[in-house]
């Protein structure tokens, strides 16, 4: 069965076979791994698009995307050169992300859909909307914040060229010790999960990425192409951003709303970079009133 096929089926027949489909769509770099969650009860919403930011995978949306698959269908990928959509035919950089999002929105015969990006992921969501400005119904940008200036992105590229230095040692026996997990958590959360499984999966995720990949989308993610492609968007856009992320500069914000035109702020206080995880309450509240399934 094709991915459009899969989108058209019932909540009925989702029941009977289970709430995911996993897919293995044909792009440029090779094959992209997508879960599909089918709607247990459909509505008249667009599909929702989740796509997960540098470093991740698609498992950190597993909450998320059982809570929004309630009314609508939602799709999950692991972005090439990451998790389970390896290996790539060469390194894929932030564009070549973007445009394997395109294919899988061709793919899937999808002419409307609704897009929750987190971090990168967010940046990749306004460059899909400015590429494909019929197709997107409406954008959640999550721990997004835009350069104001020179300093702050040269600052960035010193961190990500230590960051990489740090990739070209990984072992897999580091999997195994939870102190690498513990230490990687400390800069994404405000307050460490208890959850150890939720840790170790994104530490195994980040021990996994394709290196090249990882070092070349981290190389665009300061480039002027994203506030461009963000003053460009007429969509409803939200703009969900958390007092504590250490990640990106907060102190932007406000500016990358004013540049994003039609573009709401929700703030979520005492949580830092991953608020789908560390206050997801108040996360999903958030998404479930913007994206209209209340």
């Known amino acids: 069965m094709n991915?459009?096929?899969?989108?058209?089926?019932?909540?009925?027949?989702a029941s009977a076979s289970g709430l995911t489909d996993t897919l293995r769509v044909p792009v440029r770099s090779g094959e992209m791994v997508v879960d599909v969650w089918r709607a247990r009860t459909a509505t008249q919403a667009a599909p929702i698009l989740l796509v997960h930011g540098?470093?991740?995978?698609?498992?950190?949306?597993?909450?998320?995307?059982?809570?929004?698959?309630?009314?609508?269908?939602?799709?999950?990928?692991?972005?090439?050169?990451?998790?389970?959509?390896?290996?790539?035919?060469?390194a894929q950089n932030m564009y070549d992300q973007v445009n394997a999002l395109r294919q899988l929105l061709d793919y899937l015969k999808l002419d409307r859909v609704q897009v929750v990006g987190h971090s990168m992921g967010s940046a990749m969501a306004l460059l899909l909307a400015d590429a494909q400005p019929g197709r997107i119904e409406r954008l959640v940008l999550t721990s997004l914040s835009f350069f104001v200036t020179e300093s702050q992105q040269q600052i960035y590229r010193v961190f990500m060229g230590a960051f990489a230095l740090t990739m070209v040692f990984r072992p897999s026996w580091l999997e195994n010790m939870p102190a690498m997990w513990r230490m990687m958590a400390a800069r994404y959360f405000h307050r460490i999960p208890d959850d150890e499984a939720i840790l170790r999966q994104g530490w195994s995720d980040y021990l996994r990425?394709?290196?090249?990949?990882?070092?070349?989308?981290?190389?665009?993610?300061?480039?002027?192409?994203?506030?461009?492609?963000?003053?460009?968007?007429?969509?409803?856009?939200?703009?969900?951003?958390?007092?504590?992320?250490?990640?990106?500069?907060?102190?932007?914000?406000?500016?990358?709303?004013?540049?994003?035109?039609?573009?709401?702020?929700?703030?979520?206080?005492?949580?830092?970079?991953?608020?789908?995880?560390?206050?997801?309450?108040?996360?999903?509240?958030?998404?479930?009133?913007?994206?209209?399934?209340?």
């Open 3 to 13: 991915g459009a096929a899969i989108l058209t089926q019932s909540g009925a027949a």
């Open 54 to 90: 540098w470093g991740g995978t698609g498992s950190y949306w597993r909450a998320t995307a059982a809570l929004l698959s309630e009314t609508t269908t939602v799709i999950v990928p692991d972005l090439p050169g990451t998790g389970r959509s390896q290996p790539v035919r060469r």
């Open 209 to 294: 990425l394709d290196y090249g990949t990882a070092i070349a989308c981290a190389k665009n993610a300061a480039d002027s192409s994203i506030p461009k492609a963000g003053a460009t968007i007429r969509v409803p856009t939200l703009l969900i951003a958390c007092r504590q992320d250490q990640v990106m500069p907060v102190e932007n914000v406000a500016y990358t709303a004013q540049t994003i035109p039609n573009c709401e702020v929700a703030w979520i206080d005492q949580c830092g970079h991953m608020p789908m995880i560390e206050q997801p309450d108040i996360y999903h509240a958030h998404l479930r009133r913007f994206l209209a399934l209340e």
